[in-house]
């Protein structure tokens, strides 16, 4: 028996043994088979509590903020965001991406101390690192939005959990904020609990929260500027909520889909297949990288750079805003042409394609029912749609996928070693430790 099922044995044979059930052991454990949910659901329950979380306390609070952010604008401040922790938001809310209306342009990680010394009196920043330079911007009298991550110090992190408490002007969001959004994320990032692997909780959710928060905020920003509503309303930031639960509907609706990839992709781990992620103008591949509670046998691999790196019988996750973009189908040719199979995670067809999608080229593809070659909302004052989904339901389409895999792999008694956040105290060392456990066995 597997340790899977002796506990679910142990478990249910207990319960049954408190409430009076008359049932023999075997019997119990099939009960417990039978009544726990896949993990896949398990994660995307768990971004539904977000969903719901953020369109009931945390949208009075982006309402409150747009009007802050369009009193800025309408007095001539300026507005600035430096929200962006996490592996793909950075690009999934650049500047110049389909949909954005680009109210709130974005820094990276390489933003310098200096670089905050402009924002003032009159502006608007929102945040999410909450360093004393943030602290300063908010003295000299810019308005400031702060969102909690898992990653950084605030007043409901535990005492002697993150490396970042202590690091050097390291503040609380708090101490940094007019207003704070919090997603509900656990500091720990991930949210499934594999008893196969105790140290790590599994599948990290932090895209649905200040990724959903920029595209809430910024249309709101853009209702009250060029769309001329009023001050107050959130009809939005509420509208984008409940396109996005709408269409994560639809990819719960698709689980046995998500269910037959990992599935394979499991086989393919069995005969020895390494696990690889593409991407390209966008930093989908990355999420699924080196990421906190995510796996450690992922790797970012290039078409240029295959020779020696991969073989045939190799799988690759290609992650896309379009269905069309020519470098992802260009990857794809180069991808197959080595061997390897093709998963891909995106838009079916995006609006406007003229047919050459990447579905013709892939082995297995799970559609994140996001169609938009911009974005979803249609506001007064834009020729196009803004605020797309299509980078928020990746996401949460790839980690339902992970979170099938990992469970279908500790079937098959391969279980996977787990990245630890490194913002977590001993995570860089376990990652040291789990990442060479992968490189050598290759899960």
């Known amino acids: ?28 454990a099939e009960v417990k088979r039978e009544t726990v949910k896949p993990y896949g659901v398990q994660y995307y329950e768990r971004a539904v509590e977000i969903w719901n979380r953020e369109a009931a306390t945390e949208l009075p609070i982006i309402i409150q903020a747009a009007d802050k952010a369009a009193e800025s604008l309408k007095n001539g401040g300026k507005l600035y965001s430096h ?30 101390d200096e670089e905050y010394d402009p924002i003032g009196k009159g502006d608007f920043l929102f945040f999410d690192g909450p360093k004393l330079r943030v602290k300063k911007a908010h003295d000299r009298g810019a308005f400031t939005l702060g969102a909690r991550v898992p ?13 970042t408490l202590g690091a050097t002007d390291n503040l609380l969001t ?12 656990p500091f720990c990032n991930g949210v499934l609990n594999y008893p ?53 509907l639809k990819i719960r609706n698709s689980f046995d889909s998500i269910d037959a990839v990992a599935k394979a992709m499991a086989g393919y781990a069995a005969q020895g297949a390494k696990y690889f992620c593409f991407s390209f103008g966008c930093e989908m591949a990355d999420e699924n990288t080196y990421r906190a509670s995510g796996l450690a046998m992922t790797r970012n691999i290039v078409p240029r750079d295959l020779s020696g ?3 045939s019988g190799d799988f ?20 197959k042409s080595a061997g390897m199979k093709i998963i891909y995670i995106g838009p079916g067809k995006t609006e406007g394609s003229a047919g050459d ?3 013709k080229y892939a082995d297995h593809h799970i559609d994140t029912f996001s169609p938009e070659r911009d974005g979803v909302l249609t506001v007064p004052g834009f020729d196009k749609k803004i605020c797309p989904t299509t980078g928020v339901l990746y996401a949460l389409t790839l980690w339902m996928l992970n979170a099938q895999f990992i469970a279908h792999m500790i079937e098959a008694d391969m279980t996977p070693v787990l990245n630890m956040g490194g913002h977590l105290i001993g995570g860089n060392a376990f990652n040291k430790d789990v990442r060479a456990i992968a490189d050598k066995r290759g899960y």
């Not at 899977?4 to 119990?28: C, P, Q, V």
């Not at 009023?230 to 269409?247: C, F, H, N, T, W």
């Not at 996750?317 to 794809?332: H, M, P, R, V, Y």
């Open 1 to 28: 028996m597997k340790r899977r099922e002796f506990a679910a044995t142990r478990l249910t044979g207990l319960a049954a043994g408190i409430s009076g059930l008359s049932m023999n052991t075997a019997e119990a």
């Open 151 to 163: 990653y950084l110090p605030n007043k409901t992190t535990p005492k002697g959990v993150l490396t």
């Open 174 to 185: 708090e101490d940094c904020s007019d207003l704070v959004l919090t997603a509900g994320v």
């Open 196 to 248: 196969e692997i105790p140290a790590v909780r599994g599948c990290p959710l932090s895209v649905q929260g200040v990724g959903n928060f920029y595209w809430m905020l910024s249309a709101e920003i853009a209702m009250r500027d060029k769309g001329k509503g009023p001050m107050g309303k959130g009809d939005k930031s509420a509208e984008y909520l409940r396109i996005v639960k709408q269409r994560g």
């Open 83 to 112: 929200a962006h922790f996490g592996h793909m938001l950075v690009k999934e809310l650049r500047i110049g991406r389909p949909g954005n209306p680009d109210y709130l342009p974005t820094g990276t990680y390489s933003t310098k």
């Open 309 to 311: 790196k991969v073989k």
């Open 357 to 359: 999608d990447l579905p």
């Open 316 to 335: 690759v996750i290609i992650g896309s805003e379009l269905s069309d973009t020519k470098e992802n189908i260009e990857a794809a040719h180069a991808f």
